[in-house]
């Protein structure tokens, strides 16, 4: 079996706080990532060695500036973009956060926003279009 035959895994962090989530939209300006647009939680690829705690943690602080403990399993979603593009997403929900890099959250390339979980965004990543947050979190 060749190694294209296996199947990417990323995380992502569901931030819930009063029936809203919070998710992030990159401002793509060149087009190269238009499978990756849209609105999403904070996520990324699993690293090898990395737990799926460890990774949630660090997409976190990375991409949103936000640091997250009380962490709980989610559901998951198995995401086929295209013939050459398919991945699963481990979804870890987050009790407890806190915003600690102000400027993080506030970058140039990604606009985070809350969202009432019941009036989602249209243009949401394939990955939570998947998942249907109304009936995990309503």
Not at 9 to 23: D, G
Not at 26 to 38: H, I, M, T
Not at 40 to 66: D, F, M
Request: glycine letters at 6%.
């Amino acid at each position: 079996m060749s190694a294209t035959e296996f199947v990417a895994s990323s995380v992502a962090t569901l931030l819930i706080q009063e029936k809203q989530i919070l998710l992030g939209r990159r401002f793509e300006q060149d087009g190269k990532n238009a499978l990756f647009s849209g609105w999403q939680c904070p996520g990324g690829y699993l690293k090898k060695g990395e737990s799926i705690e460890q990774a949630a943690q660090r997409h976190c602080l990375q991409k949103a500036g936000i640091e997250i403990s009380q962490l709980r399993a989610g559901p998951y979603s198995n995401n086929i973009f295209s013939e050459r593009l398919h991945t699963t997403t481990l979804y870890i929900i987050a009790e407890k956060y806190q915003l600690i890099d102000q400027l993080q959250f506030k970058n140039m390339s990604d606009e985070w926003s809350w969202f009432d979980i019941a009036h989602l965004p249209e243009s949401l990543y394939l990955p939570l279009r998947l998942l249907r947050l109304d009936k995990i979190f309503l």
